[in-house]
């Protein structure tokens, strides 16, 4: 089968595409959806470049990385939003699916319960299952005050827990967001968070993409994204345990070659000492590498793969 | 303030199509719309019954343009061939004085054989001339000359339109052209005011086929155009006096059709628009010609040929038609059946062209897939190429 139909029933669909797809590894449980082995070309230009991801119903997968690095087009991708130039995307149905684009995906000049009572009617659900859920949810959110204010006079962080309860609010199966925390309060974001929660518990695999660190912690899988490849995926804890070589705290940024491995953070250094290079140090100058080391790591090995290769 | 020129200027260059449209359709529309001004009517076409029926043709010269010509036949198909819009001008013979209809809801056409009938010396001047003899109330009058060789004088009545009163010619089509404004213009916003609120991705994914949104799109506009219609006619009818003689039933089918194609071409008008301001700038470039192509201004007989066709494919054109021809002539739907068939197939083309473009917005990962099918390909369970589900490339394993 190729092609995610637009109009499609409760069971999963696949797509491949391109001559050396792969597909879902043995990682991948039957009800997985996800994304493997990904390219996408925006023109000339190579968006996602063999990228994947299992989402697991239940389980909040987390695409992490920054501007540019393929988050929205692997997301689209997953949505149905996007066809892949090669690879494979298991996916529901598009009534199975719920998913945020960049933005709130609401509508400026509805209400809070109007957008709702649309989103409920294009899924068909009953408008008693609807206004029942949509008052728990815009209840948790925070948002029952606002329920006949326009979308648009919405702060920001409101109008995202709208967009997230309005892609919730059908129960998808695969409930993809994009950086529904990007420019939120706190206060928002736990509530978001609740609510990403709630979904994961409630059976849906949930996709989201954000640029904080701490977000793909929290999250049970995470896919680090860098120029249209994948970085490191895993949980956060195989993200960690997978990174090479060994990692030092110094005070002082080191002289000569390890100088380009190493990088500020906090009022310290760290250096990445590659596989074979380990360098006599004192131990306590050693430490293990937490996500955000491990990610860096992976990008600075990266780097150094590519210059040595071009070398 | 130069800051602000710069940018401008800027914008201005990488929109490319309102830039276009900015400078060749002006060029194009002035020329268009120049060939399409004119109140001339070079031709005005007869038809003729009666026993003396070809002796009253040889008697018509230039611009009058015999049609049809029926010895067996009397005035009420004569009559007929007014109503039903083949014929502006019939002569019935046979009585003492033969009697000359002209078709006052076409209201250039019908001055002019006015006018020419006076130069023959066979009928009064057209209204508004010094010599001219107000039509009675029964738009009957006189005529003032002699009888040519073989005829009486004939007497003259105009039917439909007896004062050639414009107002009642123009308000028909004026509701038209009031309903182009409205529907076009608003529903042209519908699609590109998604694109720029971020919510058209939102609908690409949602289970919604094409037609469902363009249909969405339409109906509520649709209800509300009614409504705008049947106001604009009440007051038409009621400040303007204009009659209403035909099938209501008709005239709403009719108006129902020009309605659909209406908004249709709005709909599809946004769908190829990038911002609102190119999809206003296109909606008013395809209401100046409808209002002046389509016979509601210049009578279609004196748009210049070369420019003519163009008439053809705007829906105006045909609710001209049809709005003249059920409220002042009490045109049967029999005899509009073009006009009728005509705007039907606008709106499939209107609807079928719309829908593409939906498609391809709503449904870009199909579009894609089928740009991209490969040779052979499998699917989950196959046995294809199995790959690890997350791959973790760390540093030293290789990418």
Known sequence: ?311 | MWAMIVKEFRQLRRDRRTLAMMIVMPILLLVVLGYAASFDVSSIPVAISGPQASVAGRMLPHPFDIVSSEPGNGRAWAQDQLRDGRAVMAVVTGAARPVVLIDGSQLFAARAALAALAGLGRGPAPPGAPAAAAPGAGGTAGAPGGGGPGLAAPRVTILYNPKLTTSDIMIPGLAGVVLVFIGTIITSLGVVRERQSGTLEQLAVMPLRPRDVFLGKIVPYFAVAAVDLAIVLAVGIVIFGVPFRGSAAVFALGALLFLFVTLGIGVLISSISQNQGQAIHLAVMTLLPQVLLSGLIFPLASIAAGVRWLAYFLPLTYFNEISRGVMLRAEPIGALWQPFAFLALLGAVVVTLATMRFRAYLAPAQAGRRRRRPASQGRVGDGGPQQPVLAVPGPGEGA
Not at chain 1, 45 to 61: E, F, H, I, N, Y
Not at chain 1, 197 to 221: H, I, K, M, P, Q
């Open chain 1, 1 to 311: 089968m190729t092609g995610r139909a637009a109009e499609s029933g409760d069971r999963g669909m696949t797509s491949q595409t391109g001559g050396s797809a792969g597909g879902p590894g043995a990682g991948a449980d039957r009800g997985d959806w996800g994304a493997w082995d990904v390219s996408v070309w925006h023109e000339k230009t190579l968006a996602l470049d063999g990228v994947s991801l299992c989402a697991r119903p239940g389980q909040v997968a987390a695409v992490v990385g920054g501007d540019g690095a393929g988050k929205t087009t692997l997301l689209r991708c997953l949505a149905g939003a996007l066809a892949p130039g090669s690879g494979q995307v298991r996916s529901p149905g598009a009534r199975r699916i719920g998913f945020l684009p960049t933005g709130s995906g609401t509508y400026p000049d509805l209400t809070v319960s109007e957008n709702l009572a649309f989103r409920a009617a294009a899924y068909g659900l009953s408008p008693g299952a609807a206004r029942e859920r949509a008052d728990s949810y815009l209840g948790r959110a925070g948002l029952a005050a606002v329920r006949d204010r326009l979308a648009g006079q919405l702060s920001g962080g409101m109008r995202q827990k709208l967009g997230v309860i309005a892609a919730m609010l059908h129960r998808p199966d695969l409930l993809i967001l994009d950086e529904p925390t990007t420019g939120v309060d706190p206060v928002s974001r736990s509530d978001l968070w609740w609510l990403v929660a709630r979904a994961a518990a409630g059976g849906a695999a949930v996709v989201f993409a954000t640029s904080y660190l701490d977000e793909a912690e929290r999250a049970a899988t995470a896919l680090f994204l860098d120029g249209g490849r994948g970085l490191a995926a895993g949980t956060p804890e195989e993200i960690m345990a997978a990174t090479p070589g060994s990692l030092r705290r110094v005070s002082a940024r080191p002289e000569g070659e390890a100088g380009k491995r190493a990088w500020r953070r906090g009022g310290q250094w760290r250096v990445w000492d590659p596989p074979g290079q380990a360098q006599a140090v004192p131990a306590d100058e050693v430490i293990s590498p937490d996500l955000q080391d491990a990610v860096t790591i992976a990008a600075l090995a990266r780097e150094l793969e590519l210059a040595g290769g071009a070398s």
